[in-house]
């Protein structure tokens, strides 16, 4: 079975920029995460959804940042406009419903804005 | 607020060895503990999960150990390989085993020598 897919694998801009950032999980889980991976925090989740709805959007950093799920089997994360300080890797994972299910990383999206 | 603290230091062990790596937590009482393995420009990958009432756990090579009391987990490697060389993350359960939210500490980085 393929894994969870994100798109693009890494992404070079300009600060100002929109960013959209893309993800498939895994056919069948129900719960879809996004995280920001750098060497001073480590893994933050950003936002998390269950069955396509946001359940926690606290780890959003400001207001540039919104993610959208409109559909089981696809997500984005936009940055609009985007800042030098938002370069990191950005990983998506899902996991299927059920105590202790663990979570199924993509290869994430490596991120710089200059 | 939660905090989770692994060694920052990297690892450097014999190969046959076994490694020993740490995951202290305070500020709460989590469900259950999980740990994942990161290689260089790849997302985490889950290894093993171990519940609050479980003393220990195992899986092939690894071991892992979660103690309530001192609040600390411990992750064993057994006879490492060059292969074992990574980033090992631990991950408590962010508030309800149900939402799969996690939480995740810095990692390590082990790196085991031919």
């Known amino acids: 079975d393929a894994g969870v897919i994100q798109s693009p694998r890494h992404e070079v801009t300009e600060m100002g920029q929109e960013v959209t950032l893309r993800c498939k999980p895994i056919s069948g889980h129900n719960s879809l995460f996004w995280y920001r991976q750098t060497m001073m925090r480590g893994l933050e989740l950003l936002i998390y959804f269950n069955n396509n709805v946001p359940i926690d959007d606290s780890g959003m950093p400001e207001d540039r940042f919104s993610a959208k799920m409109p559909n089981a089997s696809f997500s984005t994360l936009k940055i609009q406009p985007s800042e030098p300080r938002d370069s990191a890797v950005y990983f998506c994972?899902?996991?299927?419903?059920?105590?202790?299910?663990?979570?199924?990383f993509g290869d994430g999206t490596r991120l710089s804005i200059l | 607020s939660q905090k989770i603290e692994q060694n920052s230091e990297a690892l450097n062990i014999q190969e046959g060895k076994t490694a020993t790596l740490t995951c202290n937590y305070t500020?709460?009482?989590?469900?259950?503990l999980q740990w994942y393995r990161q290689d260089p420009g790849r997302g985490p990958v889950f290894l093993l999960l171990i519940r609050e009432n479980e003393k220990e756990k195992r899986k092939e090579r690894l071991k892992v150990t979660f103690d309530t009391t001192l609040k600390q987990s411990l992750f064993h490697i057994t006879a490492s390989q060059p292969a074992d060389s990574a980033t090992y993350l631990c991950?408590?359960?962010?508030?309800?085993?149900?939402?799969?939210?996690?939480?995740f500490g810095q990692g390590t980085t082990l790196q085991v020598k031919p």
């Open positions: 991950a408590l359960d962010g508030g309800s085993s149900n939402t799969g939210k996690l939480i």
């Open positions: 994972a899902s996991r299927k419903q059920g105590d202790g299910q663990p979570q199924h």
């Open positions: 500020n709460y009482s989590p469900a259950y």
